[in-house]
């Protein structure tokens, strides 16, 4: 089926240090796939963080990005510098515009510490 | 600007109760509309969808219904609550186009 995993959480890191939370996705159904990183922080609503249509583009958005890999079905989201500001919940998400629907990741709460 | 608004933020239910939530997408015509659902540690699910004013589309099953009464407003509801359906109701409005923007959501407690 259609499916995304991702890192589970809470991942801790320390502000300034890199981060790698891990997505990985099966389409089996949809043709043309869509991937996306979405960022709930504390009392907000969900937001989109970055998108990727296109398998081999990087996305990038706030010091974030990731790469669109069909190869190895991930997307994985990657900053160098992590601030305390970017505590949150990120969800990987794989969409599929021909049928509307948008499959989530569970969420990986990251906490970044001063 | 486009603009989604969710209501109410949180609500304390009963098991048996109705339940109506409502979504407004105000400054685009004829969006696409959509419902999620996310239990407490569980995934966000896609519920409803709906492509135009009087068409919702029933992705999960979950004794929930929606309806579509204005190009703007999607509504969320059922007529007995149940314990499980307590969680986080997230409405969504996109073009089709890969663009979803997403309201604040509803916390429901169903006790």
């Known amino acids: 089926g259609d499916s995304v995993t991702q890192t589970e959480g809470p991942v801790t890191v320390s502000e300034s240090e890199s981060l790698i939370i891990n997505c990985t996705y099966s389409?089996?159904?949809?043709?043309?796939?869509?991937l996306f990183w979405y960022v709930r922080y504390p009392g907000e609503g969900l937001q989109l963080l970055l998108k990727?249509?296109?398998?081999?583009q990087k996305g990038s958005s706030r010091g974030f990005e990731a790469t669109y890999n069909k190869e190895t079905t991930s997307f994985h989201l990657q900053k160098a510098s992590v601030q305390e500001s970017d505590s949150a919940v990120y969800y990987c998400a794989l969409g599929d515009d021909s049928n509307n629907r948008i499959f989530f990741g569970d969420g990986t709460q990251l906490v970044v510490k001063p | 600007a486009q603009t989604i608004h969710q209501w109410p933020v949180a609500e304390i239910k009963a098991v048996g109760s109705p339940l109506s939530l409502g979504c407004t997408i105000k400054?685009?015509?004829?969006?696409?509309l959509y419902w999620y659902w996310q239990a407490t540690g569980g995934t966000l699910q896609q519920l409803f969808y709906s492509i135009t004013v009087g068409q919702v589309e029933s992705v999960v099953q979950l004794n929930l219904s929606a309806s579509r009464p204005k190009d703007d407003q999607f509504i969320l509801s059922t007529e007995k609550l149940l314990l499980s359906h307590s969680g986080f109701y997230l409405c969504?409005?996109?073009?089709?186009?890969?663009?979803?923007?997403f309201g604040s959501g509803t916390r429901l407690l169903v006790i």
């Open positions: 969504a409005w996109s073009t089709g186009n890969s663009d979803y923007t």
């Open positions: 389409a089996t159904s949809i043709a043309y796939p869509n």
């Open positions: 400054g685009k015509s004829s969006p696409n």
């Open positions: 990727v249509i296109t398998a081999g």
